[in-house]
């Protein structure tokens, strides 16, 4: 790893030498030895090989883009997940957090309390129906 930064802009940072040794970063964070002894145990109990499917689909349709997105952030803001929420002016103040904490939950629950019901009425029938 080498050092960059200008004496303008506060500490020096440390950047990494070459992508290689960015990538096998990346991945020996991402796959940990739990991963490694949970996984087959986990696929054993959930069917096997057909849990196989539906956890290839979420892990590169959610997981992925996930990861690739903090990657991402945190390359573009040359710093550590505390430097990242300074990125957005709302985000900046500390009352926002707070705000954010309280109100989402209720919001969730009402959104849901509306829409499981109608959920159920249409499954109901459908079932009539067939």
Request: one cysteine or more.
């Amino acid at each position: 790893m080498t050092t960059a930064g200008d004496e303008e802009s506060g500490p020096q940072r440390q950047q990494w030498s070459n992508g290689v040794e960015f990538v096998m970063s990346l991945i020996a964070m991402a796959v940990g030895l739990g991963n490694i002894w949970r996984f087959p145990f986990i696929a054993f109990n959930n069917g096997g090989g057909a849990f196989l499917i539906p956890y290839l689909v979420v892990l590169f349709l959610i997981g992925k883009p996930m990861y690739y997105l903090e990657v991402c952030i945190g390359q573009f803001a040359s710093g550590g997940p505390v430097k990242v929420w300074a990125l957005s002016p709302a985000l900046k103040v500390k009352l926002t957090a707070g705000l954010l904490k309280q109100f989402v939950p209720p919001v969730i629950c009402y959104f849901l309390e509306i829409l499981l019901p109608t959920c159920n009425s249409v499954m109901n029938l459908l079932n009539t129906l067939y």
